[in-house]
Every structure is written in structure tokens, then in C-alpha cells.
């Protein structure tokens, strides 16, 4: 769908506020000459040099505190600022990405090792010694007794993951020595090590000796004084915060590990993805965020420049409510599997880009539960219409929400409207602004939705649970599945400690779920990372953040 002229003017427009609020970042001149052939490359080569990563990010977070974070930015802080128990470890793949290795033993960061007791509702981590913050304080079981209850004290977003571990309180942590931590859960469950390595709604382990010096009455757990500064062991501190403008992160100089070969990340505020595209063509900027698929086909073949993209974990979801009138009948639901149009989607909307495919299941191809089993593919009209009249299903409509931030889902949406009416189905379209958007569909409310989602956690328990149980841990089943059987079955698995038994539980599960047809489609849509083409060192994790620590720039 071509750009319409009225819609490149406010682009413009915006560009310009854009470059006004940076306050001479961008000079005009290096603005006009981004989209050029031939670039002159003025701040990005001058950081590299200095050993400085400017990044360029659609909002700098309101808060530091990854606990009260409500944005992509906050999500990413403790990604690369603080530290956790455990990692994956990654095995190079496509385009030098490191790709986490989810059936290898997980390797030891703040926890040297850990231990699991015999009925699997026991786990003991015992801390590495010798580990400082950047104030110099020295970690201890202490920190992470103090960090992890003061997420359940304040019911912060780290208790998610917490809770999904079967850690069902902070009385659950207990300090046995200064150096071993051990944590008693409600149920056997072997996720607490698993989500220990993919950060994001973890609670983040602070200097809790820093932190408390800063805590007053009024403010016990020193929110505010966190929301701030950075309290780490990990690689990076904070020297500027200023919201709405940039943060500016350097190396911790006593990080335990091997220091980050970037010395500075800073992080600066362009609300405008047109604008943040102009910066990287431009050489002003190292990395740009949430650009779409249409931006990154610009980048694509600019010298100076590069779109490292691998299939990773997210996609596009058309989700159907299976308690709406006629949506609640399974044939109803398998007619529009059968008619919708994943071929076409990709080829138009995601220009058939190799990393987008029909995901065969509801999970990513390499998770422990995918199954690679899809029957509603390809695309069969016929075997539609058989299905709408073995349920006794006349024409009908419903209502397709959208989110209107992402235009790439209101093209898909039109696909969608205009090969059901084959069907005498009126799929009506509804574009909601953000908020209204998410009432809609975290309410379920939503009749059907497009959703862009992706299950951080690499486990069947917890990828299948999070969309398709019924208990506390399932806040993703917007769609209102419920099936006896296979709640069963999530359930056994959750409370499996064995890898392999949980790999067999959720697998029976899957085809379980895959043969109710709940989603219409699960289309991966890839990860990607535009970036000058100097960047290197880059690892791919479930939750599509990056480490900036992990990166570098080449000779």
C-alpha cells in the first residue's frame, strides 16, 4: 500500500519537530542527505572511536526501575544494567547472531550452581563470591532476599515471573548463609532457573546496601531514589537520566566479568520512526528501534548500513473469542483457519521475507513443545465452506480489532476482511488507539484481535499455559480458551520438575489446543536489528531484547 502524499508531509513534519527537540543532534544538512546514495557518516564514525553507541529510541523510559516499567525501553534496562542468576548459553546462527541453546545446561552468572530437591519443590542457589557493585559493595544472598521481596512487597511486574515459578510469597526466600539462597515453592516446577535467564519480569537483584541508604520512611524499598539511579552488579551503570531526552549508561567498573568492549550507551528520544530512520542513513545514530517492514526494505542494499534478522520468537496472532456467538463453535473457528490467507499476507505485507512463516502450532519452531502440526494449511475455501455448513452457520459478522500503532496489522486485516466475504463473513474492522486497543483485548472483550506477541519463556508449561490455561499464570488467554482436557495436561506440566516429561506433557497438550483452533493463524514475523554495519556481537533471547553489553564494533 503506497504512502499516501498528504501522509509523507506530516512525516515530514514530524521529522523536522523531531530534529528540534534533539537540539542540534541532527543538523539539517546531514537530515537532507540521510536518504542519499552517498553518505557522509559524522557521528557515528566519531563514536566509534570513542567506543560510544548512540542508540535512537522511540521513548526514554519515565523510570530506572525496571520493576515499574510500562514500555519496550524499561523492559530493556535490566536486560543489560543489572544482573541474574543464570544465562543461556548461545551458539552462533544466521547472519553471526547468537542463538540461545534452550536443551544445554543453562550457565551459572550470580548463581555458581543450584540444586533442586528431590520432590522438585526445593531450589538452592548458591551465590559466586567475591562479585562488587558499582558503589563496592559486595553481593550476597542478602541482595537477592531484599530485591525479590521487595517485588512482592510493592507487586511490582517481577512477581509475574516469580509467581510462574511457583515462588508463591516473599516468606518463600530464605537466607541460609551469606552465600546460599534458598527458595521453597508451592509445587514441584523447574522454571525459577529458566526465567532467571531470560529477564523480564524477573525481579531485578539490586545493591540492596545502596539501595537501603536511600530508603526513608515514607519510602522504605527507596522507589524513588531507584526510579533515578542504578543500584548493579551488572555491566552497566547510569551517569544521566534525563526523561524525555536520553539516558547515558557506562561500564561498571567492577563488573565481575569480562568489562563490555562499548564504554558508553546512550540512549536518545526520537518519537518519529521516519526521523530515526533519517539517523542511522545519516551515520548519527548506531542502532534504531521499532522501525517497520516497509522502513527496513529502505535500509536494505545502503551502504553503512544493515538488517541483521533471524526467525527468533514473535509474530502476528489473529485470535478468534471462543466465548462469542459463533466463534464458540469449533467448526466455525477450523472454516476461518482453513480461509485465511497466509500466503498472501506474507507476500504483501511482509514482502516474503524468508524469517516470516506460518508458525505449524503455537509455539516457535525450536521450543520444547512445537509439534509442527498445522491441518488448516494451505489455504483450503472449499473445505471452509464444508465446515460453515456442518455447523449450520449462515452468514454472520464480527468485529476485528486492531491495534492502530502498527500499520503493518491493518494490512493484514484487509487481507483478512477480503477473503472472508468469500465466505459471506464480514469481518469489520475496528483500528483502536493503544489504550482502547488494550482494554479491548486484555478485558477480552475483543471479538477477534491481532495481536503481536511472543512467549518470552522458552518451557511448555509456561509458553501453552500463558495463552491457553485457565489458572493465575494464563493473563495472555485473551481469547477465552478453556478445554478440560488440556488445562489438565498444562497443569501436569507446570508441576513437572523433569525436562523431558514436561517436553511430553505439553507437547499432548499442543495438538490438543492446535485441533480447537482457538487463533486463526500464528504467523512469525522474525527479529530484527537495524543497526550501522559496524555492529557485531549480537545474541538473540526470547524476550527480543538486546545486551548492549554483548556488542561491539568491528575493526
Known amino acids: 500500500m503506497a504512502d499516501k502524499p498528504y501522509d509523507r508531509a506530516l512525516t515530514r513534519r514530524q521529522a523536522l519537530r523531531d530534529m528540534a527537540a534533539l537540539g542540534g543532534w541532527l543538523t539539517a544538512s546531514s537530515l537532507a542527505t540521510a536518504g542519499q546514495q552517498s553518505l557522509s557518516v559524522p557521528a557515528a564514525a566519531a563514536a566509534a572511536a570513542g567506543d560510544q553507541l548512540i542508540v535512537a529510541v522511540s521513548a526514554t523510559p519515565v523510570s530506572l526501575d525496571p520493576e515499574f516499567g510500562a514500555s519496550l525501553e524499561s523492559w530493556e534496562l535490566p536486560i543489560f544494567m543489572y544482573e541474574f542468576l543464570t544465562s543461556y548459553r548461545f551458539q552462533k546462527g544466521s547472519e553471526g547472531v547468537g542463538i ?139 551517569t544521566n537520566f534525563t526523561p524525555g531526552q536520553q539516558v547515558v549508561f557506562e561500564v561498571n567498573p567492577n563488573y565481575y566479568r569480562e568489562k563490555p568492549k562499548i564504554r558508553q550507551v546512550i540512549w536518545r528520544e526520537v518519537p518519529s520512526s521516519a526521523t530515526r530512520l533519517q539517523l542511522l542513513l545519516a551515520g548519527s545514530a548506531h542502532i534504531v528501534k521499532e522501525l517497520d517492514s516497509r522502513e527496513r526494505q529502505q535500509v536494505q542494499g545502503r551502504p553503512g548500513v544493515q538488517v541483521i534478522s533471524i526467525r527468533g520468537n514473535e509474530g502476528i496472532i489473529f ?33 516474503g521475507n524468508p524469517n516470516v512463516r506460518l508458525l505449524k502450532g503455537f509455539t516457535p519452531e525450536d521450543y520444547p513443545a512445537a509439534i509442527n502440526y498445522w491441518p488448516y494449511y494451505p489455504t483450503n475455501l472449499e473445505k471452509a465452506k464444508a465446515l460453515l455448513k456442518e455447523a449450520g452457520q449462515g452468514p454472520f459478522s464480527f468485529k476485528l480489532a486492531q491495534n492502530a500503532s502498527r500499520p503493518e496489522h491493518e494490512q493484514v486485516a484487509i487481507q483478512i476482511q477480503t477473503q472472508l466475504k468469500k465466505l459471506d463473513i464480514d469481518a469489520q474492522i475496528e483500528k483502536l488507539t493503544p489504550a482502547k486497543y488494550q482494554e479491548q483485548y486484555f478485558s477480552r472483550k475483543a471479538e477477534a484481535v491481532l495481536v503481536q506477541d511472543a512467549a518470552w519463556v522458552a518451557d511448555p508449561g509456561y509458553s501453552l499455559g500463558l495463552f491457553f490455561g485457565t489458572g493465575s499464570n494464563s493473563v495472555a488467554n485473551w481469547v477465552n480458551y478453556d478445554n478440560k482436557e488440556a488445562n489438565v495436561l498444562l497443569e501436569q506440566t507446570l508441576n513437572t520438575a523433569d525436562a523431558a516429561k514436561r517436553r511430553e506433557l505439553g507437547q499432548k497438550a499442543h495438538r490438543i489446543i492446535v485441533d480447537d483452533a482457538p487463533w486463526g493463524f500464528y504467523i512469525g514475523t522474525g527479529f530484527y536489528l537495524t543497526a550501522r554495519d559496524n555492529i557485531a556481537g549480537l545474541n538473540w533471547r526470547p524476550n527480543n531484547l538486546i545486551n548492549y553489553a554483548e556488542l561491539s564494533f568491528k575493526a
Open 319 to 351: 485470535g478468534l473469542n471462543n466465548k462469542v456467538k459463533p466463534l464458540d463453535n469449533v467448526k466455525v473457528r477450523k472454516a476461518i483457519a482453513y480461509a485465511s490467507p497466509v500466503d498472501e499476507i506474507i507476500k504483501t505485507v511482509y514482502f
Open 100 to 238: 540461545p541453546q534452550f536443551a544445554a545446561p543453562l550457565e551459572p552468572r550470580l548463581a555458581e550452581k543450584w540444586e533442586t530437591s528431590g520432590n522438585g519443590k526445593k531450589i538452592t542457589f548458591f551465590l559466586r563470591k567475591g562479585v562488587k557493585s558499582e558503589y563496592g559493595h559486595e553481593f550476597t544472598a542478602e541482595d537477592v532476599k531484599w530485591s525479590w521481596t521487595r517485588a512482592f512487597t510493592l507487586n511490582t511486574a517481577g512477581t509475574w515471573m516469580m509467581k510462574s515459578s511457583s515462588v508463591p510469597n516473599a516468606e518463600a526466600i530464605r537466607v541460609v548463609q551469606p552465600y546460599i539462597l534458598e527458595v521453597n515453592l508451592s509445587g514441584p516446577n523447574a522454571l525459577l532457573p529458566i526465567v532467571q535467564a531470560t529477564p523480564l519480569n524477573n525481579p531485578v537483584i539490586y545493591d540492596s546496601t545502596e539501595a537501603k541508604r536511600h530508603a526513608s520512611q515514607s519510602d522504605p524499598w527507596a522507589k524513588d531514589w531507584l526510579g533515578k539511579n542504578s543500584a548493579t552488579f551488572g555491566p552497566y551503570k547510569v
